[in-house]
């Protein structure tokens, strides 16, 4: 196959990944009320984005939401990894593994349904709005966190907490000392990859949420479906940046992580 | 240490190991891989917890003790250095763990850089050094806190082997200058020659010889020991008399004379007995000229290998068996192979060995 014929198929396969994302994006400067029709460059769009409540409201409230889920589900999520990595072969590892990461192939629609079915048994005690968004969005963020930080947790030397108690650190301080900071990238990477997952989830928010509880994803679809406004360009720009931004700030903590940790303890002194 | 047992899934790694140190000495657990030196190692640091038996220091039972409580200190193969962390943050790590004072850690950070030379160092991190000065780093860090007692992995394990000569002796010294008492386990007799006081030699988890380098190298109490300390020439013999002051006369046919051999151990072997008669290849000595007045075998040169410092032959003996000669390289001409030579040993360096 000739050079030429490889940038072909190249940019092929490129566009149909983002060309849609890269027309929404400059759409979004569109001066037209019509998505498709183009009349000239304008930043219009972002100016009645920021006044318009409802959709600031409905940001503000996943921003919150993502923030409280992907910090709860850090802590158990961790808590899971260690226990899965860390207390050996133990009565039920498999099962409990299994039971962990099952809401990673569980489909959404099943999840959000019977969360929604818990909800409304819980209804006495429980309303529905930011609190049920939040435990739902736990319970499947803890899953990506369990993974995430247990496979770092697999590979991580264990001489070096040896060491730690070797030099007194009880194995509270040794965990605190060495361990999570060690881990930290993988950590900061698991929290983005449940923020991320938390912010634009719209199925399972659907079941559980309740009036005037609309997550941003809820409050797009229930727009789009009365006629797409040039405001969701410019929303949808908005969250490609802080995704994309996120996403190399995952990755660049990740890299960072593992080259010093490579370069010390994969690769051995030379 | 007294009677230390470990097995691993029913698998003994260490069984039933009695072994003292006196203060300041410099010990070597030297032994082939698998032999259990590393969990005894282990066991003494607390990172493993015996079976059976109890560790003492000062008198004191520490078996029970987890590794944080006790005032031993282990230096890693690997020499896990914490990545997050400065080589004066490595150092402090033990101080600050202990609570002492900011100026204390302060002071004694910058004595052990100065001790290991690596004070230039200071706000590194362990993936901008090399091998060679992680290694100091890393014993640094363990001397910090004084542990009574110091434990060395493998400590030459990570580095190459040019390195490792140089870095055999420079260690040796700096744990003699500091007096602390060491135990290290190694693989390499080079290494527990070079670095101990006194070698113990382990095989299968138990202890196989302890002694000097030198009463270890000269005097293999067995065949596994003779073995494994250097290159080692073996014979059959005969005991011929079991004389006084545990010396025995042993007939050796492949060396043709019979030699005064000082006994393997308290259960002297009795008249008629067959024994293993060991000799290193260095107490063998090729002469070109006709010696044969003076008690010397008629050899003939089977092969050869010089190595430097040395010259290696490989000689038939009368008998037919071969042997081992190392001749130390003093720019005499060299004998070449298949030329008759004269061969004389040196008697006093023969070894009987326990079976």
């Known amino acids: 196959m000739s050079r030429r014929w490889q940038w072909l198929v190249l940019a092929g396969g490129l566009s149909f990944l983002w060309l849609p994302i890269v027309v929404l994006m400059v759409y979004s400067f569109n001066e037209s009320r019509l998505v498709t029709v183009w009349a000239g460059f304008s930043t219009r769009w972002y100016g009645e984005l920021f006044r318009d409540r409802q959709l600031i409201e409905a940001a503000w409230l996943s921003l919150r939401v993502a923030v409280l889920s992907a910090s709860s589900a850090l802590v158990l999520g961790t808590m899971a990894a260690v226990a899965l990595t860390r207390y050996g072969p133990f009565r039920g590892r498999a099962v409990f593994g299994a039971l962990l990461t099952a809401p990673l192939v569980m489909p959404e629609i099943i999840t959000g349904l019977s969360l929604l079915l818990l909800f409304v048994a819980l209804s006495p005690f429980v309303a529905r709005g930011m609190l049920t968004l939040w435990i739902a969005h736990t319970t499947f963020a803890t899953a990506y966190v369990t993974v995430v930080v247990a496979t770092r947790l697999a590979e991580f030397d264990r001489t070096l907490e040896e060491a730690a108690l070797d030099l007194g650190a009880t194995p509270f301080r040794t965990f605190r000392d060495v361990t999570l900071p060690v881990i930290a990238p993988a950590l900061l990477s698991a929290w983005l990859l449940a923020f991320t997952l938390s912010i634009d989830d719209l199925v399972i928010s659907s079941f559980v949420t309740g009036p005037g509880a609309s997550t941003l994803p809820i409050v797009i679809f229930s727009s789009v479906r009365l006629g797409v406004s040039p405001k969701v360009n410019a929303l949808a720009t908005l969250l490609v940046l802080a995704i994309v931004l996120g996403a190399v700030a995952s990755w660049l903590a990740m890299r960072r992580a593992s080259t010093r940790y490579r370069a010390v303890v994969v690769a051995g002194p030379k | ?355």
């Open chain 2, 1 to 355: 240490m007294a009677g230390v047992a470990r097995s691993f899934g029913g698998v003994p790694a260490v069984r039933d190991v009695s072994l003292d140190l006196a203060r300041g000495e410099i010990l070597a657990l030297l032994g082939p891989s698998g032999c259990g030196k590393s969990t005894l190692l282990r066991m003494v640091a607390g990172l493993e917890m015996p079976d059976r038996g109890a560790v003492f220091l000062d008198g004191e039972d520490i078996t029970r003790l987890p590794p944080y409580r006790r005032p031993v200190n282990l230096m890693f193969q690997s020499y896990a250095l914490f990545p997050h962390l400065t080589v004066a943050e490595n150092v402090a790590f033990g101080l600050r763990q202990a609570r002492r004072p900011p100026a204390e850690v302060e002071a004694r950070v910058t004595e052990m850089l100065a001790l290991v030379r690596m004070e230039s160092f200071r706000q590194r991190r362990p993936a901008q050094l090399s091998g060679g000065q992680q290694q100091r780093v890393a014993l640094a860090r363990s001397l910090a806190r004084s542990p009574k007692l110091l434990l060395l992995d493998e400590p030459m394990g990570a580095l190459d082997r040019k390195l490792r000569a140089e870095m055999q002796f420079e260690l040796a010294g700096i744990l003699r200058r500091v007096g602390v008492t060491c135990m290290l386990v190694t693989h390499d007799p080079e290494e527990a020659m070079v670095m101990a006081d006194r070698v113990a030699l382990m095989r299968d988890g138990e202890l196989a010889q302890v002694g000097t380098p030198a009463e270890v190298y000269d005097s293999p109490r067995d065949r596994f020991a003779a073995e494994f300390l250097g290159p080692v020439n073996l014979f059959g013999g005969t005991v011929v008399a079991g004389g006084g002051g545990g010396v025995l006369t042993v007939r050796v046919p492949d060396l043709g004379a019979e030699h005064p051999v000082p006994a393997p151990g308290p259960e002297q072997p009795g008249e008629g007995a067959s024994v293993t008669v060991a000799i290193r290849p260095e107490r063998l000595q090729l002469a070109a000229g006709d010696a044969a007045a003076r008690g010397a075998l008629a050899v003939e040169v089977a092969g050869r290998a010089f190595l430097g410092t040395h010259t290696v032959y490989r000689v038939r003996l009368p008998g037919g068996a071969l042997a081992t000669v190392q001749q130390p390289e003093d720019g005499s001409p060299p004998f070449e192979a298949g030329r008759p030579a004269y061969l004389t040993v040196d008697g006093a360096a023969l070894r009987v060995l326990a079976d």
